[in-house]
């Protein structure tokens, strides 16, 4: 049994050791433009954390070797990309995120370890490492959900990459098979949650690969509503110029002024032809610019 979980446990620190990895890409391309953009950087702090304290779980834990190689090799990634992250960030983004590290990656996670190893007992000092490893795995693998409600309601995969989604299957598979094989309840839990809904973004991924994006469809009928505004307000300027043209006439009659042409009125047509075929980006322009001259 023990040679199967080592199997298994080293097929787990590839699979996560790729997680890990898979956010190269993105800092090729931050180092390269030497901006953050509109990158977070919230979420290599959470996984430094979880990824710390899952290597203390590791050397806590008798034959926790393979843990503590994953969870090191997480670790020193993720720090690699906080450090990039506050090199290329805006000042006042740096300056939050540094904080954050000051406060989570090493307040808190300075504190879990003195207080383990001074105020709780040898016997219980797992269990509590444990709790807190479990607790934050559940959360990072919760994380998600939020993209999979953006699939349902738009109708696209657009932003949940099948890859991440994919291996996050995998990893939570994987290592839930090693927690049953050595018997640790804190690494089972949280990742047979993290298999659940993996497996549950591979099926959405499935339903909706296909599918138009419900955006479009949404964005269309805005800008038809918005020029349908657009030529009602048109359409009555159209109107008004066409009274006070009948008004000017009826006062100048008999005079030698030269009759008021259709020009107003063709003017107007004109508009409401421009207004229906307007983008989305002209229709708010013009918006702009009839609310500016109302003020």
Known sequence: ????????????????????????????RIVKTKSTESFKGLPYITTLLSTSL????GLLKPGGLLVVTVNGVGTVLQ?????????????NTRAKM???????NVGFFGAVVVVTLVSVHASRRLLVVGFLCAALTVGMYASPMAAMSTVVKTKSVEYMPFFLSFFLFLNGGVWSIYSVLVRDFFIG??????????????????????????AKASELEAVEEG???????????GF????KASQHKHLNKGSSLPKPSAVPRQQSFQ?????????????????????????
């Open 1 to 28: 049994m023990a040679d199967v979980s080592f199997v298994v446990g080293i097929l787990g620190n590839v699979i996560s050791i790729l997680v890990f990895a898979s956010p190269i890409g993105t800092f090729r």
């Open 54 to 57: 899952w290597t203390f779980y």
């Open 79 to 91: 720090a690699i990309y906080i450090i990039l992250f506050l090199i290329y960030a805006p000042s």
């Open 98 to 104: 540094a904080k954050l590290v000051g406060m989570l």
């Open 189 to 214: 839990v949280p990742n047979a949650i993290g298999f659940a809904l993996g497996s549950a973004q591979l099926l959405l991924y499935a339903v909706y690969r296909r599918k138009k994006p419900a």
């Open 227 to 237: 020029s349908a505004h657009l030529v009602g307000h048109v359409e009555m300027q």
């Open 240 to 243: 008004e110029d066409s009274n």
């Open 271 to 295: 508009k409401i032809v421009k207004a229906v075929s307007t983008t989305p980006y002209e229709l708010h322009f013009i918006c702009g610019q009839n609310d500016h001259t109302a003020n």
